[in-house]
């Protein structure tokens, strides 16, 4: 029953588990390894997935998207057990922990493999800065048509890509400049979509944070829960991290 369960949860990078402690009721390297390899899968875009099975060919390394989206778990996973070494965690079990919790959180699966409060596998208890990193991969999420939520790595491409284009349009005015991902030209309309969706997901992240935290709740607590829930990633930050609840976290208001 529980492997049926996480298998479907895995699939749909929904994080749902049999057990309070989630992953870390097992602490099993096995089943760790087992559980990355699915939630990447999950997070990436399943019209991908679907050609692979139509032609039979592996084609995801030519999508723009796909490589960034390696890229950005690569890079954050990296950075974090540098970070966590750096802290005092032994190489091991920092790789081991930074690889979980980028993954998870980065495809919003929202597992957790800490075997209790303030264990290794609590990121809540690591330092500022790897939890800064989680917080990014607690927005952006996985790739479009995937089932992962936040923002997606597509829009975040295309954001920065726009960005670059209006910092360079400053010293060419006249210039005709293009927003593009890998060989392909995005349609101006497609950008300003995405622009405004990425500027009413950041007004609702400060606009809930306020809120939440106008309730009783301290900042840390009401912002990591207040992208969570936009998300749908699961856990949070502070007082709602993977060994807490939402129901302990916050009061009933919030």
């Excluded at 050609?51 to 974090?80: C, I, Q």
């Excluded at 939890?131 to 597509?154: A, E, N, R, Y």
Aim: net charge positive.
């Amino acid at each position: 029953f529980d492997a049926v369960a996480h298998a479907l949860s895995t699939a749909s990078t929904g994080g749902f588990s049999t057990r309070d402690a989630s992953i870390g009721h097992w602490d099993s390297l096995s089943i760790e390894v087992v559980m990355v390899v699915a939630m990447l899968i999950g997070g990436v875009n399943f019209a991908l997935h679907g050609r692979l099975v139509w032609t039979r060919r592996f084609t995801h390394h030519r999508d723009p998207e796909f490589r960034g989206y390696l890229a950005m778990v690569g890079a954050g996973t990296l950075l974090v057990t540098l970070l966590l070494v750096d802290d005092g965690m032994g190489m091991g079990r920092a790789l081991r922990n930074a690889v979980f919790s980028v993954v998870a959180l980065g495809t919003s699966s929202g597992f957790g493999n800490a075997t209790g409060e303030g264990r290794s596998g609590d990121f809540t208890s690591w330092g500022p800065g790897p939890q800064m990193i989680l917080l990014l991969f607690l927005v952006f999420g996985g790739c479009t048509g995937s089932t992962s939520g936040g923002v997606k790595v597509m829009r975040l491409r295309v954001g920065i890509s726009h960005a670059y284009r209006t910092l360079r349009s400053f010293r060419r005015p006249r210039a005709v400049l293009l927003v593009r991902q890998g060989r392909t030209t995005v349609p101006d309309h497609l950008v300003e979509r995405i622009a405004g969706f990425m500027v009413v997901y950041g007004l609702l992240v400060v606009g809930g944070t306020m809120v939440v935290a106008a309730l009783g709740t301290d900042l840390v607590t009401a912002m990591g829960g207040v992208i969570g829930s936009l998300g749908n990633m699961g856990p949070g930050l502070g007082e709602a991290g993977p060994t807490a609840s939402y129901a302990d976290a916050y009061s009933t208001p919030a």
